[in-house]
């Protein structure tokens, strides 16, 4: 799981001579615009801005970790946010910009993001997965746990423990874009801020590891409010990861459970507003893969396809059915530039037959939704170069070209550009 692993990132300790105690902070400046666009007709209430926009984000974090021993420990992250996403974060399935959150404010909000306690046993077992020493493709990866189950109980972040990839992934070092830090298809449990409450466990075993999780959703969709009835209303998730000396497979299945409105019975309607809605208790859920391969000492692929079922609205991500990414990375060290990077990704998002039928009559999802669409698939090219300042201070340059945002044809292209200012301590 990643509740040592994400600490362990961080640059440095403070209070290092208080045994078992640990704490880290962190700081990300986004800024970002673009500029107007190609439109057939006039914005519609959920279109990604037609006319410039500039946008930023703010977010400060202080994380604390004390480790019982015994394999034992709690761990907790406070955030501090401000903001103002582009469209008030809507408009697009693949949002630019992987710290907005869907409720956001110009002034800033403090929460508890992560409150968890996390155990860990030991099996003994050997680490399968160092490089050998004459393996140049292997030095950026990770080296293997011990075989061992661990499980975690609390105020989690789903996405710290499913669908893990070295080269795009959730974080503040690599691409912006949502629909590279997971997959855009995979509706996993969260709130309006990304986060929820649940129980989850991994098993590391030689070259498997199994995950499983079982996790609170919102009472509405992306909406803050956590349904705390987990019998009847609740997220569940299941990975199978293999792993190789230079890359790993993994497998993710969820089935999330929650009032939704269904598509279907709006088609011969028009003007209709899914969050106004009537909401039955419904069933969503989807499988996916998600690859990748060390190619060379400093270049590594991934690649990820979701698909979900279904004809209800999303429950806690973002308006997608199914979704592809892939790309490369390029590891600064090949140019003498240890800490930089640069990234290259592809997305391909698609919805499904009713939710393009809700929309071309003129309905609206709960964040997209143009008053009219010619349908194709929503893409997204994206590149970025990471500079190292020095340690723990990093500096990234952002660009992603999108075509048909929010399915439609009849808008865009769009560019977005951004910077990214990155601090830990």
């Known amino acids: 799981m990643a509740d040592s692993a994400s600490l362990a990132d961080q640059s440095s300790v403070l209070f290092p001579s208080l045994p078992g105690f640990e704490l880290h902070g962190d700081m990300t400046l986004i800024d970002q615009w673009h500029s107007g666009f190609n439109h057939r007709f006039a914005d519609g209430a959920n279109s990604f801005s037609s006319s410039f926009e500039n946008s ?3 977010v400060e974090g202080l994380v ?13 992250r406070i ?11 809507g ?19 403090t929460y508890v993001a992560l409150a968890y306690i996390s155990h860990t046993i030991d099996f003994g077992g050997t680490d399968n997965n160092k490089a050998p020493v004459d393996d140049p493709n292997l030095e950026q990866r990770p080296a293997n746990q011990m075989d061992r189950l661990n499980i975690i109980l609390g105020k989690v972040d789903v996405l710290s423990m499913f669908d893990p990839n070295t080269y795009a992934h959730k ?18 449990a969260a709130d309006a801020r990304g986060y929820t409450y649940g129980l989850a466990s991994q098993l590391d075993w030689g070259d498997y590891s199994l995950r499983a999780g079982y996790f609170a959703m919102p009472i509405l969709p992306n909406q803050l409010a956590i349904d705390t009835s987990m019998g009847h209303h609740f997220g569940a998730n299941l990975e199978l990861e293999r792993r190789w000396q230079s890359g790993a497979l993994r497998f993710l299945a969820y089935q999330g459970r929650m009032d939704l409105t269904n598509y279907a019975n709006y088609l011969n309607q028009t003007g209709v507003f899914v969050q106004q809605s009537p909401k039955y208790n419904a069933k969503r859920g989807g499988v996916g893969l998600n690859v990748e391969q060390a190619l060379y000492k400093n270049v590594g692929f991934f690649a990820r396809a979701f698909r979900d079922s279904g004809t209800y609205e ?22 003498s530039r240890e800490g930089d990077n640069v990234g290259v990704g592809y997305i391909q998002n698609h919805i499904n037959s009713v939710r393009q ?24 090219l994206e590149t970025y170069y990471r500079y190292r300042i020095k340690k723990g201070i990093e500096l990234t340059a952002d660009w992603q070209y999108i075509q048909n945002p929010a399915y439609n044809q009849y808008r865009g292209p769009v560019n977005v550009y951004a910077f990214r200012l990155h601090v830990e301590f």
């Open 171 to 188: 974080g503040d070092n690599q691409f912006l874009n949502w629909c590279f830090m997971t997959s855009c298809a995979y509706d996993y």
């Open 357 to 380: 039928q809700f929309l071309a009559a003129g309905n609206y999802d709960l964040f997209i939704g143009d008053g009219n669409l010619l349908y194709a698939p929503e893409e997204v």
């Open 56 to 58: 930023y984000s703010s």
């Open 79 to 89: 955030e501090m946010i401000r903001g103002i996403p582009l469209s008030g974060a």
């Open 64 to 76: 604390g970790a004390y480790d019982f021993g015994q394999g034992t420990k709690i761990i907790s």
């Open 314 to 335: 999303s429950m806690a991500f973002t308006e997608a059915d199914a979704s592809l990414s892939a790309g490369f990375s390029f590891d600064g060290e090949a140019w």
């Open 91 to 109: 408009g697009l399935a693949a949002l630019t910009n992987n710290d907005v959150q869907r409720v956001m404010y110009n002034r800033f909000q």
